[in-house]
């Protein structure tokens, strides 16, 4: 009967989250809805709530034309680009050494190939940002190109299941971009030279979002962490990336609502994982400097309740004794397994700060992370999830929890 409660309520969270929000990008009203769902319900099962006000940008995507003498190519907008109306010679690169040696000064630039294969990291992101991403992004800073087409494939493991990916999604980069596919970039390749036609609406609004904490139990200097972010992209239903992991924190919230122990337990929905500044994990870094030593485990949702394969449960830096109770709850839960290592979710801020982390996902998903084509996209949605599996994971952890 309580399998049945549960079960009912996650149908009932995932219609809500997915189907009577319109969406949840940074920024929008959708999103600022779901803060404020999520808050709501999380004080109602009686644990003390805060609420951290974030600065961010939305996106509004007017569309683009790209026009090369009597030729009109397809281009995307890059999210969080500034627009523009540009015309000038369409020049093109295909790596970082010939970016370094070209006069793209005031061109309409074609990024293509080898510098092209994966989307570059937003300037300012402080936990995965290589070099080479750098030095592409300061090179473009430096020699102003009047706009930037980029042609691109699929990137699953960075961007999504997206395609194209957009090669620059970054607010704080200023120069305007829109991408398009390969197969429209080798068209676009034979206009090289000629002069070129961009036009790009994009606008920026500046907006606000909210990171939700719930907390329950004593001590401060010894806190449990379970975390899940609460943001989409635009244009998907975000279903398993993440309406999943917030409605686990929901049915936890409310497995645990007569919880006590001496451990505080504290529930974070992060804003802005799928965001080029991720605003809502940089505020509680910073809320938290000096602070992560308290942290004896943080628990990260992300990407849980795929309706093929197992629920994965990753350990990562577990103590001895800790890592014993995990084997014991992986013995106890026959639809939950050991899942790989992998480190594009929240649970990566723990890691890097010396706690010990849980990252719970889907078994399928985190073995095909680099080929699937699913998150970020309309796939993403209400009939990819198994219910069950999130009940499941739920009752899971609320075993661990007490333990």
Not at 5 to 16: E, F, P, V
Not at 26 to 38: E, I, M
Not at 145 to 163: C, D, E, F, K, Q
Not at 320 to 346: K, P, S, V, Y
Request: glycine share 8%; net charge negative.
């Amino acid at each position: 009967m309580e399998n049945d409660k549960l079960y009912q309520k996650c149908i009932s969270y995932l219609k809500t989250l997915c189907e009577e929000i319109p969406e949840r990008s940074v920024g929008s009203k959708g999103n600022r809805q779901a803060t404020s769902f999520l808050n709501k319900e999380l004080s109602a099962l009686g644990w003390k709530t805060k609420v951290s006000e974030l600065d961010v940008i939305d996106w509004e995507d007017g569309g683009a034309t790209l026009q090369v003498a009597d030729q009109s190519f397809n281009v995307l907008v890059s999210p969080y680009s500034l627009g523009c109306s540009v015309q000038a010679p369409l020049i093109g690169v295909s790596s970082l050494e010939k970016l370094e040696r070209q006069d793209i000064s005031g061109k309409i630039l074609l990024l293509y190939g080898d510098i092209a294969k994966e989307q570059l990291m937003p300037k300012d992101f402080v936990f995965y940002n290589p070099e080479e991403h750098q030095k592409v992004i300061a090179l473009l800073e430096q020699m102003q190109p009047a706009a930037i087409i980029s042609a691109t494939s699929r990137n699953a493991a960075l961007a999504g299941g997206v395609y194209p990916f957009p090669l620059i999604e970054d607010g704080d980069f200023d120069i305007p971009s829109v991408y398009m596919t390969e197969e429209e970039g080798r068209k676009l390749l034979s206009c090289i030279g000629n002069p070129a036609m961009l036009q790009s609406r994009s606008t920026r609004i500046p907006a606000r979002a909210y990171n939700v904490v719930a907390r329950k139990g004593g001590n401060m200097d010894e806190r449990i962490v379970i975390s899940a972010h609460i943001d989409a992209k635009k244009g998907t239903p975000g279903a398993i990336d993440n309406a999943t992991g917030i409605i686990t924190l929901l049915l936890l919230a409310g497995l645990l609502k007569d919880y006590s122990g001496d451990r505080l337990l504290e529930i974070v929905a992060f804003n802005g994982e799928d965001y080029y500044g991720v605003p809502g994990q940089m505020d509680y870094i910073r809320k938290n400097q000096g602070h992560f030593k308290d942290i004896v485990l943080n628990i990260n949702i992300d990407g849980a309740g795929y309706k093929e394969g197992k629920s994965a449960f990753s350990f990562f830096n577990l103590p001895e004794a800790m890592r014993a109770l995990a084997n014991d709850m992986l013995a106890r839960f026959d639809g939950i397994t050991e899942g790989i290592q992998w480190n594009q979710g929240d649970h990566s801020i723990f890691i890097q700060h010396g706690c010990p982390a849980i990252a719970v996902s889907s078994q399928w998903f985190i073995e095909h992370i680099d080929s699937q084509d699913i998150t970020h996209t309309p796939k993403d949605n209400l009939d990819i999830v198994d219910c069950c599996k999130i009940v499941e994971i739920a009752e899971a952890l609320t075993w661990l929890l007490r333990k």
